[in-house]
């Protein structure tokens, strides 16, 4: 019975002493022992109800339990589907009824509101708490720890990751068992993962950064992860003398810079630190390579496409550039309007094609079709330049999207819930630089005549619905927004005015 990646990430490890994940508390799980409390965690599953192709939606704490769930779920060929911590319970309906899950793990504390929303959907609720304890763990401490893996070929899903879009509604990207296993294999290779390495894990575990990029490459490499519940930076420093990788947002790098711990001494054990999700400032890299000695490397990615580029691991990592397509993965810049490809030198649509590419949106075929082309390239909505060395460089975004410390955030989204508030006539969201977050979130807002709504008003109705790191930082009430001659909302313009 063959799984493509149950037997490259997990059947290697069945039975392997070596420490796999350490936790907080220093309690270390070996390998063997990852790859038992899996087979529980899918014989729990299926008890449940699940089938091969099955969705789990896991909105749970960072605990050791939820990487084991994710190994579960591809061990019984379900389809695991993490969602944010922060999403209200406003923003988990529509994901639950998109997905249309057969389980739906939640934060204990969160268990008696998920049943209610659950119930509809037919979905059984199972928890999962930050002590690590619930009746998840509690039905699997009792299960047999072998199960008979379920057949799944490269082309089967693995994973569903929704991310939000231009139009305001999340779009779940369905990412197969290819798709994960070709990008945690050539990031292994290039930035060269061995089971030497210790990585220190300090990014959430609900998007591809953390769980991908830093889960799967830790797994095919046989690595040790220090798996922290949280990003505090005077833990980070503290593990950074045992350790030898870091991957994080830029966030992580300027808050690391603001400890004068962090020095060259510190970090002579380190072999590399990575950044991604979001770009890195010129000033940050070299900020960093002046007091520690290392190049952060920067590389770029989607969640619809894993990892895209990379900075090289033996080579120049330049800031500033994402570096060059990962090996079996394509890039051309097109001309947005047209999609014809463009020379070396000039800007345009980063498009890219490989076996890291997802297999579209669910429940979304035309979205699909505007954004995947026949010819299997995808419009990533960056825009970018390549040099005549295939170097690449993001230079902007054409889709209106704000990244604020990692976390992507999509205007349309804020704007039709502030819109939607009575006395409230319309609206634009936008971003403006941010030292710690990178961008932070603003909302210009213009009220219906007569109406005597204020900012905490405003502010008192759009929080429920939102998770916290979408809420608008300052609102603004104005006359009217500034529009081109075409009527387009300018935001360049709301920026530049109230970006300092
Ligand atoms: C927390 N808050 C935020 C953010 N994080 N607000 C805006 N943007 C954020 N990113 C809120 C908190 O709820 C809190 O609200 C207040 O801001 C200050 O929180 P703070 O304690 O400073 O935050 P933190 O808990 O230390 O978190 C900051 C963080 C975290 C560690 C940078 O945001 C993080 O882990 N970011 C990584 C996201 C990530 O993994 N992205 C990868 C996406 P209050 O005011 O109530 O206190 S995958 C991706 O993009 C692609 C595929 C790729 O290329 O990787
Ligand atoms: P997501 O939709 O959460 O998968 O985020 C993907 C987006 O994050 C990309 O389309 C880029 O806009 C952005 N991104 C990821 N890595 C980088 C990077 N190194 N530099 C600039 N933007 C990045």
Known sequence: MTNTLYDALIAPHAQSDRPFMEIDDGTILSYAAFVRRAAQLAHVLVGAGVTPGDRVVVQAPKVADAIALYAACVQA????????????????????????????????KDEAALTTLCAPFGATV??????????????????????ETVARGPEDLAALLYTS?????????MLSHKNLLSNARALTDLW???DQ???????PIFHTHGLFVAMNTSLLAGAQVRFMAAFKP????????????????PTFYTRLLNDAHLTRDLCKNMRLFVSGSAPLLAETHTAFSDRTGHHILERYGMTETNMITSNPYNGDRIAGTVGYPLPGTEVVITNPDTGAPLPAGEIGMIEVRGDNVFQGYRNMPEKTAEELRDTGFFMTGDLGIQADDGRISIVGRQKDLIISGGYNIYPKEIEDVINDIDGV???????????????????????EQGTALDSDAIAAKVEPLLARFKHPRRYIL???????????????????????
Do not use: W
């Open 425 to 447: 006539l319309e609206s634009a969201v936008f971003g403006v630089p941010h030292a710690d977050f990178g961008e932070s979130v603003l909302a210009a807002v213009v009220l």
């Open 126 to 147: 199972l928890t999962l708490g930050a002590d690590g304890t619930g009746t998840l763990p509690a039905a699997a401490d009792t299960a047999p720890d072998q199960f």
């Open 192 to 194: 060269e993962i061995t």
């Open 478 to 500: 104005c006359d009217a927004l500034p529009r081109n001659t075409m009527g387009k909302v300018q935001k360049n313009v709301l920026r530049d005015t109230y970006g300092a």
């Open 197 to 203: 390495d210790r990585l220190i894990h300090a990014l």
């Open 165 to 173: 879009g231009t139009t305001g509604r999340s779009k779940g990207a």
């Open 77 to 108: 060929g379900a389809v695991y589907l993490p969602l944010n911590t922060a999403y209200t319970q406003a923003e988990l309906s529509y994901f639950i009824e998109d997905a249309s899950p057969r389980i739906v793990v939640c934060d204990s």
């Open 234 to 249: 005077d833990a980070i420093i503290a593990e950074i003398p045992k350790s030898t990788l870091l991957m994080g947002v």
